[in-house]
């Protein structure tokens, strides 16, 4: 252990005693190293340390902040997800769920939105407004080929965040995230091919895949690290597997983040058993601290993987703007982008590259991840209080979305039609999973501002949980 | 012959004398009923007839104007493409076709926008700012499922005008009638299966066929009556064709209009050999007279016509707002669109339904048509004037794109070519065929507002045509 490991440990056991309490501020940097005799240094590692394990929160300009510490609700486990390709077949339940919108009377608690009333949001408004004023010829023609330049240039601008260098023309600009993940399994496979995924999964990209009539391998995978590397290793050697599509940073679900040399390991891989990568990172800019992790493309030293995004969870969803980095498929990304929808409405295009290019894009990431880091602590601690005991939840490292394991014998799509004449609705873990797995798991998004009245549905949804607890007791 | 037919003959030699002059109004249908001592209705019905022929246009209240005699120029021939499945690569050419803007420098005659620049869409940007302003939480959420249902309600409504009476819950929104046909094409084909179309016909059809990993068979298209029925029957007997795929309605390139005897043939001929079709209804509501001729879909009693279509020639293609109905398809078309892309954009969606809503979409297709039809007639007057003799063209009775036949030695991609240094583009014929045809033809869009600059273009492009006519003279 080194100095600063040790020093971190001893700080995060006396917050557990409250010798630092919640919401209070810790000591800065300097008056810490005087204190307690050690080197500025030590206990800048040290804070980094706190705020990583989530025992502490930097605010900007202020210092460090004792919050809730996770450590007090267990991890779920590795996933362990059926090791055979499988057909996916869950679609009535994923309508379902896209279906429900939350308004005055239901509250949605499943949905993937980010929150769009952010203050931060503003300019945006007004910046359509003066494209659609100043612009509106070129508002009123579609934008082809790989779509607007200065918007890739931005785009190209933003992913050096992850260690990626590429040029504006290797980028296609796509109508989100989803067309990017679909054109990239149409562009890599054919029918009856085997892709691989982590697991849980994102049910866009499973129906993707389904829909591609491919068939998918889920793969073990831990809430913190991710994809687990040797059960991978282990189906490469099994299956001809042709493409790996995962979501490495700030995972939807579990919010884990894949460490560095794990990444480093994983290209070696693909390069050992040749296949492709479709690199998921639409969370990826939602990373709590700052520098953002790495991306997978930014150790691509093959060309073997494609770079998937979109400004669906970091601005709004209804943007519709993504984009694919494709790497040797550029033409064939070109075409089928083409052949599916022409090109793409030019507004939010062209709206999206001033928002980044004036410095808009950056404030509201900051404020954005602010706030959903403080989110997801009240809901991690509303959940721990509310849930019924032995529940294991994740804890996210970025993004907005809590994973959230309840006792064996609850079935989350019972309790999703329990909880419907309160007008609340969860997101099953089923829908996560090609093969039906996860069903006492669920899905919580802490991504809209926190209210009494999400307090009280998180209540209603634990107590629902334990009536379903102790029925499935009293038939054992 | 009846009387109305001999009074219309009648009246096109005495137009064709200069009897009644180009520009000029024709007598009232009142006083020439006087005047020639025939009924009002068989003036009525020749007028009627006139207008068909083109002789002359009516104007809104006000009455008939004799315009240019379209008779002087002749019409293509039937096409004769290649009789068996082939299949389809002229994508570098597509692209660089697409990738042509018109700017001040360039000119791309052959480019298939609406003019954007009509008053009458004024009202589209006050729609589009107005929601953004007031219903900023809808725009920036995606609209998901089969569309905003009060843009579903408003595309129920105009499909009336085609005989279609559809509930909005049986349509599904789209980005745009491209990707309408790509999941229609998607939903009713396996890789292999051979597609029948229209000859020629757009290359963005041809394109996602392609890409579906389909075969295509052109069947001989006339240019003014449209698919050959006793052809496409001859194949159906050669070929297990699973769908057919054209444009009845203002076809593109052709502009012509099934008529209403060969479409009830067209649907017993789909029964007897159970195929489905996708009936492409783009430019349907740009037909210049009113009331627009009836879709395929409105005769389908059978469930077999996915009926595609889009607001890019009526209102803007940088909207990317289509739709599809997709009868019995319906719930495969909804995962499809979410599986592509999610969701729509939902700010086109709001704007463009109160656009129809508030009645401004018929006041601009109104003002669109009368200017496209006095456009065309403009076009073929330049192109009859400018290009080498033995051209031929079509007579489009709707849209805004003239088809034209060339003498057999003049290869429109060379001329394409030798426009280049004059900064001229045209569409050549050959990406209208999947086997290379129409070497010797070219579109020519008439959207635009007519200009010296315009006329200038055309004139070069005759030149440039009469060049390459006497290098192939000199050769032989
Ligand atoms: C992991 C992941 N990938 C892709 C998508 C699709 O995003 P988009 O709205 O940009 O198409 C989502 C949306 O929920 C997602 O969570
Ligand atoms: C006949 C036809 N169908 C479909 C399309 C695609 O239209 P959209 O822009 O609505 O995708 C076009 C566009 O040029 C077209 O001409």
Redo the contacts between chains.
């Keep these: 252990m080194t100095l600063y490991e040790q020093f971190a440990q001893e700080l995060k056991e006396q917050i557990s005693q409250a010798y630092y309490p919640v919401g209070q501020k810790l000591p800065s940097i300097r008056e810490m190293s005087k204190a307690r005799g050690v080197s500025i240094s030590t206990v800048q590692e040290s804070y980094r340390l706190l705020e990583d394990a989530g025992f502490v929160r930097s605010k900007l300009k202020s210092g460090y902040y004792v919050q809730q510490p996770p450590s007090t609700a267990q991890l779920p486990e590795t996933s362990q997800p059926e090791q055979r390709p499988v057909p996916i077949d869950n679609?009535q339940a994923?309508?379902e769920l896209?279906?429900t919108?939350s308004n005055s009377h239901f509250l949605a608690l499943g949905r993937g939105?980010p929150d769009?009333?952010l203050s931060s949001?503003k300019p945006l408004?007004r910046l359509?407004?003066d494209n659609?004023?100043y612009q509106?010829?070129?508002?009123?023609?579609?934008?082809?080929?790989n779509g607007l330049f200065k918007l890739r240039v931005q785009i190209a601008r933003l992913m050096q965040n992850s260690g990626c260098h590429i040029h504006p023309d290797n980028i296609q600009i796509?109508?989100?995230c989803?067309?990017a993940l679909?054109l990239s399994l149409k562009a890599l496979t054919q029918?009856g091919d085997i892709v691989a995924i982590d697991s849980p999964n994102f049910y866009?990209s499973m129906?993707?895949i389904?829909?591609n009539q491919l068939k998918v391998i889920e793969i073990p995978t831990h809430p913190e690290t991710g994809i687990s590397l040797p059960a991978l290793e282990l189906a490469l050697e099994q299956w001809p597997i042709k493409v790996l599509q995962l979501i490495p940073t700030s995972n939807n679900p579990l919010g884990y983040v894949m460490p560095e040399k794990n990444k480093l390991k994983l290209l070696k891989m693909a390069e050992k058993y040749d296949f492709a990568i479709i690199e998921d990172d639409i969370l990826g800019d939602g990373y709590y601290q700052t520098p953002r992790p790495r991306s997978l493309k930014s150790y691509d030293s093959q060309d073997r993987v494609l770079f998937c995004s979109s400004f669906?969870k970091t601005i709004?969803?209804?943007?519709?703007v993504g984009w694919v980095a494709p790497g040797r498929y550029g033409q064939m990304l070109?075409?089928?982008k083409?052949?599916?929808?022409?090109?793409?409405?030019?507004?939010?295009l062209l709206a999206v590259a001033d928002f980044i290019e004036q410095g808009h894009y950056e404030k509201h990431l900051r404020l954005a991840k602010q706030q959903y880091q403080a989110r997801r602590d009240l809901m991690l601690h509303w959940v721990q209080r509310y849930f019924p005991s032995g529940s294991k939840m994740s804890f996210p490292k970025g993004g907005f979305f809590l994973w959230v394991e309840l006792p064996e014998s609850i079935d989350s799509l019972v309790l999703n039609e329990n909880l419907k004449p309160f007008n609340i609705g969860i997101a099953a873990g089923s829908l996560f999973s090609a093969a039906g797995k996860y069903q006492n798991c669920l899905r919580i998004s802490y991504a809209n501002k926190p209210s009494e009245r999400i307090e009280q549905a998180i209540k209603i949804v634990g107590e629902q949980a334990k009536i379903l607890l102790q029925q499935a007791l009293a038939r054992a």
């Excluded at 083409?338 to 939010?348: D, Q, R």
């Design positions: 679609w994923v309508l896209m279906m919108e939105s769009t009333e949001l408004q359509l407004s659609i004023k509106s010829k070129q508002v009123f023609s579609c934008s082809k080929g796509t109508a989100g989803q067309e679909s029918p866009g129906q993707a389904q829909s669906s709004a969803p209804g943007l519709r070109t075409h089928l083409f052949v599916t929808s022409l090109g793409a409405n030019s507004l939010p």
